[in-house]
């Protein structure tokens, strides 16, 4: 039941599995009664062979260094005859929280500051991969989920050399008690950075969205993680423009990129809106023609050629949900469709080398019917990895009509029953099979 198995794999089946399901959190401290505290849950939860890390520590001070504890490590966590910890269990991030860990014997009477600390190494570098930078947020509510931390009181200290990046509106509206770059938060009083808890961060690759990546999943309705998410963001960061000024905004960017006018000129044409890549690598080899063809296929549109990079996040978002179709190849640029409203639709390209499936996946985990995204597979196997692919413009324009509102002035409607039949046809043709 795909509903049942989306509360179970991306709901509060997930958060037990992290808290109750999993092994009792293993403590790495001799316990005292005014020691620190190191406790690392381990579950499998995405596309590791191993376990997934997620590490707490209870009084610990915090520099550029590293954490300082004060307690004795448990003899079977370390290294015989040292007090380096045994590296082999941690993954990606966390084997570099695990090294700087620094243990001092004996117990210390002085003030912890209260205040909840998140710390991560974000996976969101510029170029910022959009799909990669919403790893680490959908880690970071979900760790707000199972402690109860009360984003009021939160405060976030990035640990890697990156700007804010255009995330920075949802980190804040997590973390409300402050967002603190490395440089930043470093230079914070001492007595700040003596924290009663920090929570490491669950690494951006052992984040649920990489689960079932290269195929279908069965999970395919609603999650109630992502869409309490998505509703938490949107109450601080309004996802459509409001304004008269924002709306302004998002005209100028669909006027500028407009590829050509709907045949009325009409503000509220439907929209398909085509995702520009830059570079060789996972392009369409007949870019041309196909717009072309969609352009002469749909007068009663507009099609607009946005390169998503080029605009701030909050502006991608509110011009996506203002069009009827998303068009275009695999890319970062397609992690929109978690924004996108239930009755926008979705074609996406794969090349014959990339049937990976997480957008799709994605797009229903947030609120996105799986028949209002249609995949189109290449079936050629000729070209090199990497290379452009020549796409089925008629299929491809096809899948468009299916799912676009109909042109008004079109003389013999296709019915509704037919539409859905052959909507079905395509998802079978295009089908990525589970793997074995």
């Not at 509703?231 to 905004?249: G, S």
């Not at 509220?268 to 007949?286: C, E, F, H």
């Not at 609120?367 to 692919?389: N, Y």
């Not at 008004?408 to 990525?432: D, T």
Request: with cysteine; hydrophobic share 40%; charged share 25%.
């Amino acid at each position: 039941n795909p509903t049942e198995c989306a509360h179970r794999d991306f709901g509060a089946g997930l958060l037990r599995a992290w808290l109750h399901d999993s092994e009792k959190p293993i403590e790495y401290c001799l316990r005292g009664a005014e020691d620190s505290r190191v406790e690392c849950r381990r579950t499998y939860q995405a596309r590791h062979v191993a376990e997934d890390n997620m590490c707490v520590v209870r009084r610990g001070r915090i520099s550029s260094s590293g954490i300082q504890v004060h307690c004795d490590p448990r003899p079977p966590m370390v290294h015989s005859g040292t007090q380096q910890l045994s590296l082999e269990v941690f993954q990606l991030e966390l084997k570099q929280f695990a090294q700087r860990l620094e243990f001092k014997s004996g117990s210390v009477s002085v003030w912890w500051d209260p205040t909840p600390t998140l710390v991560l190494e974000r996976d969101c570098a510029p170029p910022y991969n959009p799909f990669h930078c919403m790893t680490n947020l959908v880690n970071a509510f979900k760790m707000v989920h199972m402690f109860s931390i009360d984003p009021n009181e939160l405060q976030i200290f990035f640990d890697d050399p990156h700007p804010h990046g255009p995330y920075i509106d949802f980190w804040r509206a997590l973390g409300k008690k402050g967002v603190y770059l490395r440089e930043e938060w470093t230079r914070l009083p001492p007595e700040r950075l003596q924290l009663e808890s920090i929570f490491m961060g669950i690494p951006a690759g052992s984040c649920i969205m990489w689960k079932d990546l290269w195929f279908n999943t069965p999970c395919n309705a609603p999650s109630p993680l992502f869409m309490d998410m998505l509703q938490y963001l949107r109450a601080h960061v309004p996802f459509d423009a409001e304004t008269d000024e924002e709306l302004r905004q998002v005209e100028a960017v669909l006027d500028l990129n407009t590829i050509s006018k709907a045949r009325d000129e009409s503000k509220d044409a439907p929209i398909i809106l085509m995702p520009l890549r830059k570079g060789s690598k996972r392009t369409v080899y007949n870019e041309k023609e196909l717009i072309r063809a969609v352009s002469r296929a749909f007068p009663h549109c507009r099609l607009v050629g946005l390169d998503f990079g080029s605009i701030p996040l909050l502006q991608q978002i509110r011009v996506a949900r203002r069009a009827s179709l998303l068009l275009g190849m695999h890319g970062g640029a397609f992690t929109i469709v978690m924004y996108l409203k239930p009755t926008q639709a979705v074609v996406e390209f794969l090349p014959w080398d990339y049937h990976q499936i997480c957008y799709k996946n994605l797009g229903a985990w947030c609120g996105m019917p799986p028949e209002r995204h249609l995949q189109w597979l290449s079936p050629d196997a000729s070209h090199e990895r990497g290379q452009a692919t020549r796409v089925e413009v008629a299929e491809v324009v096809e899948m468009a009509r299916l799912l676009l509102p109909q042109d008004p002035q079109e003389s013999r409607p296709m019915k509704e029953s037919a539409r859905q039949a052959r909507i079905k046809e395509l998802l079978k043709k295009h089908y990525v099979p589970p793997r074995k």
